[in-house]
């Protein structure tokens, strides 16, 4: 394990820059400084977060202009006439629907509190394990609207489905964990490094696996735990940080392999 540590801090060291911003979807709360307007400029881009990801940062980019780039006033001050754009948006499956709702939360909750932080905090406990029980509360709490399309519910994922809840945990990451190097924002306090859960994407699975952090065959939320506790024995504190390193080893085994094709 000691050798493995090693190895997987030095790909940190390697992945955990600067220069990873501009081509992930986390670049697109890069372009903001105001915290609410990193909270939801963050989630719409981990929500968008499948497929290419130039893709995804250039759909992120159009709904944020949508948005006038200031999220935050215009959940606060917008007008109907102002949500006509959005009807036109689509990135995937996630369509109009699922977007006028996401801006329907967001209008609700933020004309009632300051950060988003608190919506992920119904039941937090100093459990390292409780991030099950946040994520499958969040879902409820932001569902809970009599007017929630049932076909919306697919984009905010939760435990309660078995799923890995890929992209809410590389959203809690980025909030939550505090990274001097300036990728990860870490404006959020109340939930601890230590408690997020590894976001196990199809790069960090194929990697982890390969490593002999996964012995789970299918992928689903005991398989993110099960990574998340195998890389807690390499660092209690911070065990999310090796999906840096996780991830860049599996975009780089992805560019060999496409490299050899051409």
Not at 20 to 26: E, H, K, Q
Not at 102 to 108: A, K, S, V
């Amino acid at each position: 394990m000691e050798e493995l540590r090693d190895f997987l801090e030095e790909k940190v060291f390697l992945y955990n820059r600067p220069e990873f911003i501009a081509v992930d979807p986390i670049s697109i709360p890069h372009r903001f400084s105001k915290k609410q307007d990193i909270e939801i400029a963050g989630f719409f881009a981990a929500v968008l977060a499948w497929g290419q990801r130039k893709t995804i940062i250039n759909k992120s980019i159009e709904l944020m202009k949508m948005m006038d780039n200031s999220p935050h006033q215009f959940m606060l001050h917008h007008s109907e006439e102002d949500l006509k754009p959005f009807l036109n948006f689509k990135h995937r499956t996630f369509n109009d629907v699922d977007t006028l709702y996401f801006i329907d939360f967001f209008t609700r909750y933020y004309r009632k509190h300051d950060s988003l932080e608190t919506a992920f905090t119904k039941g937090l406990s100093a459990d390292q394990d409780v991030m099950q029980v946040l994520l499958d509360n969040f879902h409820e709490y932001f569902f809970d609207a009599p007017h929630a399309p049932q076909r919306t519910r697919k984009h905010v994922a939760t435990p309660r489905r078995k799923a890995a809840c890929k992209r809410i945990n590389m959203f809690l990451r980025w909030m939550v964990r505090k990274d001097n190097n300036g990728v990860d924002f870490g404006i959020w306090d109340t939930i601890s490094p230590a408690q997020l859960v590894c976001p196990c994407d199809l790069h960090v699975d194929r990697v982890a696996r390969k490593l002999g952090l996964i012995q789970r065959k299918q992928t689903d939320w005991q398989t993110a735990m099960e990574l998340t506790r195998n890389l807690r024995d390499m660092d209690p504190a911070d065990p999310v940080k090796y999906d840096f390193a996780l991830f860049g080893l599996g975009l780089m085994e992805k560019r060999e392999q496409n490299n050899r094709m051409e």
